[in-house]
């Protein structure tokens, strides 16, 4: 982040064509950038929180018409309304974008209002894979692996 622009400029910033060519991103289209803080076109970096600021981070890399975009760990050290923030982003600026959503999360509740499907690696190991749906109902994996 460049600590001396304003939000509005660090997602401009960022703002490139896919790799697929395509100029209108899942945020760049309709301005839903300017949804990713509560004062985006005059809020500079430093003054912004952690939670917009990890909003501010997801929304960049979205401007850059990404068709993956991994998320690493987003709800990490956030309060909870701050999560339930984030957990909005990727539904309200995906929709229809066409950037695969890939999640690294030990917050399960987080994962599961997300994603579609989910993967649970043990050691280093894929030990499960299943729908965020089915995996909700599979007391046998939530217990031994998830902690739920």
């Known amino acids: 982040m460049f600590p001396e622009h304003s939000v509005e400029d660090n997602l ?16 760049r ?22 939670g917009e ?26 309060v909870p309304i701050v999560v339930a923030t984030i957990g909005k982003v990727p539904r309200e600026l995906g929709g229809g974008g066409g950037a695969t959503l890939l999640l690294a999360e030990q917050n399960m509740h987080f994962c599961l209002r997300i994603a ?5 690696i043990d ?6 894979r299943q729908d965020t749906a089915g995996l ?6 939530r217990r031994r692996y998830l902690a739920m």
Request: net charge positive.
């Open 12 to 27: 401009l910033i960022a703002a490139k064509s896919g790799p697929d060519g395509r100029e209108t991103g899942p945020c």
């Open 29 to 50: 289209a309709s301005g839903k950038h300017s949804r990713c803080s509560k004062d985006s076109g005059r809020a500079w970096r430093g003054r912004l929180s952690g």
């Open 53 to 78: 600021q990890q909003l501010l981070v997801i929304a960049r890399a979205l401007m850059c018409n990404p068709l993956v975009v991994l998320l690493d760990e987003p709800s990490e050290g956030l």
């Open 116 to 120: 579609e499907e989910a993967v649970v």
């Open 136 to 141: 909700a109902g599979n007391e046998d994996i």
């Open 123 to 128: 050691k280093g190991k894929v030990v499960h």
